[in-house]
């Protein structure tokens, strides 16, 4: 294998671990939602709260986040997620109160917010633009593998050893990617080169400021709101759902739930390379308006057999919008304002992923029906589909002329 290519699958690889774990953290509270509440006394909106928590925090560092890789690289950056992703995961399981509890939650995601932004600015720095989409969908397998690993393991090792153990397992994790990332990760171009050229300087404040006047990015992340508050809380409530309505173990709802996670899982790599050959705008909206209606249908279904149909096919729509719209932030902006532009547009996205696990319980909390937690949910990639019809996306095949014409001057330049 090339050299240099091989360097870029490992900066790629240890993205992707990041993002895996950041994933894990957030959602090892999920399949243990019915021991924890009893064992700390909660009911279901403050169950919720607990993942909107770690939103909390995920949200207020995109930004900040972003600005950070911009000035200072990835690298850097992500060394400081995966320690402070870890240390904060394992006080999670040692929280003596739900208050506290929601402390360490915070934190995590504070740990876990320029891991998005770090993982687009890697894509952008080693992988040409034809090459991108595909990148970005594996980039983005990365959530749904957490999924189905955290359904896995976390079931089982709370019923046998208590829930709080689920945690110190989950971050143990981070730790060990702290290590992997400071012996292996690298930056195609040295962060000292890039403060020497000045490009560093050139992201003004007003430039920056100038990023929310920027429609795609702006109506890329009202989108992915509407995505993400459907996605988020799937996987938030729907182990709970099959417990308490379909009445499976809950080590059978997150084997369920890991089918979920493995069809989004190979969704994305597909759904990524479609995005470097058809319209972006038009798959994306497809993805969000059907998701709408599956889980509607979840939401009425009482027959266990159809969840083998119904859960892949939540698990493809949940997560494929995914890598399209990322790779969307790439061609809206220019190179040196990405890390700022992809937290501003991930900021949105978390917005929905923050208030959806709130807004469900809640109507868990005054209805005691499933049906119409599922319903809530299924608004928001409805009205994100509709709102993605009005970005404005070069046409594919003058993105591809173009691609032709640079391939031509880099090979007459060498």
């Not at 932004?117 to 959530?143: H, Q, Y």
């Not at 300087?201 to 990015?217: Q, W």
């Not at 990639?381 to 095949?397: M, S």
Request: net charge positive; glycine share 10%; hydrophobic share 50%.
């Amino acid at each position: 294998m090339n050299p240099k290519l091989k360097t870029a699958f490992i900066a790629l690889s240890i993205a992707w671990l990041a993002y895996l774990l950041s994933y894990v953290s957030r959602v090892s509270w999920s399949p243990i939602i019915p021991l924890a509440s009893s064992d700390l006394g909660i009911n279901a909106a403050q169950a919720g709260s607990y993942m909107t928590a770690f939103y909390i925090g995920y949200v207020v560092t995109q930004i900040p986040g972003g600005f950070l890789i911009d000035r200072f690289g990835y690298r850097k950056v992500l060394l400081g997620c995966f320690s402070i992703l870890g240390v904060s995961t394992l006080l999670t399981g040692a929280a003596p109160s739900y208050e506290m509890g929601m402390v360490t939650r915070i934190i995590a995601g504070i740990g876990s917010g320029a891991i998005f932004s770090a993982g687009i600015v890697v894509i952008n720095d080693w992988f040409p633009e034809k090459r991108r989409g595909l990148a970005n969908g594996i980039f983005m397998t990365s959530t749904s593998f957490a999924v189905s690993l955290v359904n896995l393991y976390v079931p089982t090792i709370s019923s046998g050893f208590g829930w709080r153990s689920a945690f110190y397992v989950s971050g143990i994790l981070p730790l060990i990617g702290l290590v992997i990332a400071f012996f292996y990760l690298k930056e195609s171009t040295p962060i000292s080169k890039k403060v020497k050229e000045g490009n560093r300087d050139k992201a003004s404040g007003r430039e920056i400021l100038s990023l929310l006047k920027n429609k795609n990015l702006i109506l890329t992340g009202l989108a992915g709101f509407g995505g993400q508050w459907a996605t988020t809380a799937t996987f938030t409530w729907a182990n709970s759902y099959l417990n308490k309505s379909l009445h499976l173990s809950l080590v059978q709802a997150g084997l369920f739930m890991s089918i979920f996670g493995f069809a989004a899982l190979l969704s994305k790599p597909v759904t990524g390379i479609l995005s470097d050959y058809l319209d972006r705008k038009i798959l994306t909206c497809w993805i969000l308006i059907l998701l709408g209606p599956v889980l509607l249908w979840f939401g009425l279904n009482q027959n266990v057999s159809l969840l083998y149909l119904i859960i892949p096919m939540m698990g493809i729509l949940g997560y494929a919008f995914y890598p399209v719209l990322n790779t969307v932030i790439g061609q809206s902006v220019e190179k040196r304002l990405l890390g700022t532009a992809s937290g501003l547009v991930n900021a949105i996205w978390q917005l929905g992923a923050m208030l959806s696990p709130l807004a469900v319980g809640a109507v868990i909390d005054a209805t005691g029906n499933y049906f119409y937690c599922f319903a809530t949910m299924a608004i928001g990639p409805f009205l994100g589909g509709l709102v993605f019809l009005f970005v404005k996306l070069e046409k594919k095949a003058a993105k591809i002329q173009q691609n032709t014409v640079d391939e031509v001057q880099m090979v007459n330049v060498k």
